[in-house]
């Protein structure tokens, strides 16, 4: 099984659920607008959240976040080691560390003070830091270059007894960000790694390259912590991340809506079927399993598993609950029907 760390009170790996990241949106500067997000954040579920700490002297910042948010910080930090230990004396419980900027001849202090405070580090490449010197050594090959980097850096945390760590190498090319995952799952199987396609972009492309890498990687075992890159509101970057490993079966957050495409056979209008069950979602437990369906034959038999559902007839549509019809009604008395029929229990 795979070394455990904690993050505060958050476990990452040996066996703990797979953790859904993300990353603060706003400066340090901007406290309020900072917590805020936190909090908007954990509504969502998310288990942990990066902030950019460009400069020491927003380490002040940091500590007073970290005050006053549950929700487990990790300070990201480029070039200078010295960031590092100013996040560190801040009271943040991990820091992320770029191999590809990070000088690794002045790395000694922050791992003294990691290890005293029992500090995780999460030593993170990415494809757009990457050093010449790891791209030659690869042969111009970047995924090579990406483990190569993890490998130059994490070796040298081990050899000073520092084994408190999160690896993670990420591109924007989901080609390159497989295969330096598949070489660090291989060359260390025993620690916790974080994975995710890192620029993924805006809209419905990112979100489809982003399940690709993520879900392929996880449909292999490789990952124990997530986050979806993208060009959004980090709370969005949250919801996908759940849908991801709700699809992989990995973890459920909420219910799952599981609605047919509709075709010539429809009986009713699926997609204002769909409107009128969402808002009702959010009072079920989580795990259950809702099904909107458009006829007889994709109706309750095919959709038989769902805890509850709805599937279109000639008068309107019928209610199941388990696959059991539970009363059919015409489109225009299912807004004042279903509100009863989702609170009750689906068990």
């Not at 908007?40 to 940091?62: F, K, N, T, V």
């Not at 109706?299 to 598993?305: I, L, M, S």
Request: hydrophobic share 45%; proline share 6%; net charge positive.
């Amino acid at each position: 099984m795979k070394r455990k760390v904690r993050i505060g009170g958050l476990e990452i790996g040996g066996g703990a659920p797979i953790r859904v990241e993300s990353m603060l949106k706003v400066g340090l500067a901007e406290k309020e607008k900072c917590l805020a997000q936190c909090e908007r954040l954990l509504s969502e579920g998310c288990d942990l959240a990066r902030a950019a700490l460009p400069s020491s002297e927003l380490a002040g910042a940091l500590a007073w976040l970290a005050k006053r948010t549950t929700l487990p910080l990790m300070a990201d930090v480029h070039f200078d080691p010295a960031i590092a230990v100013a996040a560190i004396r801040a009271g943040c419980p991990s820091v992320r560390l770029n191999p590809g900027n990070m000088p690794l001849n002045r790395l000694s202090e922050v791992v003294r003070m990691a290890k005293d405070l029992s500090v995780v580090i999460r030593v993170g490449a990415n494809g757009g830091s990457l050093s010449p010197r790891h791209l030659s050594a690869a042969g111009g090959d970047a995924g090579t270059a990406l483990f190569l980097a993890v490998k130059e850096q994490v070796d040298l945390l081990l050899e000073q007894g520092f084994e408190n760590v999160i690896l993670s190498a990420k591109s924007s090319s989901v080609g390159n960000t497989l295969r330096a995952n598949a070489f660090i799952a291989r060359a260390y199987p025993d620690l916790p790694l974080h994975v995710g396609v890192t620029e993924a972009g805006p809209g419905d492309g990112s979100v489809v390259k982003s399940a690709v890498g993520i879900g392929s990687l996880l449909a292999q075992g490789i990952g124990d912590t997530l986050r979806v890159s993208l060009t959004d509101e980090p709370e969005r970057e949250v919801r996908v991340g759940y849908e991801i490993l709700r699809a992989l079966g990995l973890r459920r957050r909420g219910a799952e809506l599981v609605s047919c495409p509709t075709c010539g056979r429809r009986r009713v209008d699926v997609m204002k079927l769909v409107k009128l069950v969402e808002p009702l979602l959010s009072g079920l437990p989580d795990g259950v399993t809702v099904a909107v369906m458009g006829c007889e034959v994709n109706g309750p038999k095919e959709a038989k598993n769902a805890d509850l559902g709805l599937a279109g007839t000639p008068m309107g549509a019928v209610l199941f609950k388990k696959g059991v019809p539970a009363g059919e009604y015409p489109f225009e008395k299912l807004p004042d029907v279903l509100p009863a029929f989702f609170s009750a229990n689906p068990e």
